[in-house]
């Protein structure tokens, strides 16, 4: 079964750094593009980053970009979403998908607040 | 960055009702549209790519259609199991989703 599963959510003080995890079973994932997108609460889908295949392409959002880093490991099998510098409005639900031009796999997502 | 336009926000439908959300597009897309459902507490769930394809295990009274920079989504037959939140999605120039529309029961 092709599936995600994210980790590393919590709570975070605004201005704190925190590192969320992907790891992705029953496909290939060396393959992909691999994409991160948030939903704050109630609120609507935001594509966040992306990542090529070998990791030689990452594209941001432009609210993020600079304070977030995307990065995978295919030796592991493992996509990450590093965030330094959080602030309240990036408290959201945090989903890995697979794909560039569409996203056909996601996770259950990780929960992200930011908050004192 | 192109902006998706969801229209409308919400709608309230009976089964049996055919139901169409529309999304317009600030440019010109070619072909990198897709369309997503998410239910409250769930990942969403891709329906539609690249305009008209329906994806895999997707039942066939979704469809997709247009081009240029209006797009639709249409369910022929509303189910129960079709109220819902549904999302468009483009990737002609970065990547962006729509606003969603909120299916729900009439």
């Known amino acids: 079964e092709v599936q995600l599963v994210e980790s590393g959510g919590g709570l975070v003080q605004p201005g704190g750094s925190l590192r969320l995890s992907c790891a992705p079973s029953g496909f290939t994932f060396r393959n992909y593009w691999m994409t991160w997108v948030r939903q704050a609460l109630g609120k609507g889908l935001e594509w966040v980053a992306n990542i090529k295949q070998d990791g030689s392409e990452k594209y941001y959002v432009d609210s993020v970009r600079g304070r977030f880093t995307i990065s995978r490991d295919n030796a592991k099998n493992s996509l990450y979403l590093h965030m330094n510098s959080l602030r309240a409005e990036d408290t959201a639900v945090y989903y890995c998908?697979?794909?560039?031009?569409?996203?056909?796999?996601w996770g259950q997502g990780t929960l992200v607040i930011v908050s004192s | 960055d192109i902006q998706l336009t969801q229209s409308p926000s919400s709608v309230s439908a009976s089964v049996g009702d055919r139901v169409t959300i529309t999304c317009r597009a600030s440019q010109v897309i070619t072909s990198w549209l897709a369309w997503y459902q998410q239910k409250p507490g769930k990942a969403p769930k891709l329906l539609i790519y690249s305009v008209f394809n329906l994806q895999s295990g997707v039942p066939s009274r979704f469809s997709g259609s247009g081009s240029g920079t209006d797009f639709t989504l249409t369910i022929s037959s509303l189910q129960p199991e079709d109220f819902a939140t549904y999302y468009c999605?483009?990737?002609?120039?970065?990547?962006?989703f729509g606003g969603g529309t909120k299916v729900d029961i009439k």
């Open positions: 998908a697979r794909g560039y031009y569409h996203y056909d796999t």
């Open positions: 999605q483009q990737a002609n120039s970065f990547l962006s």
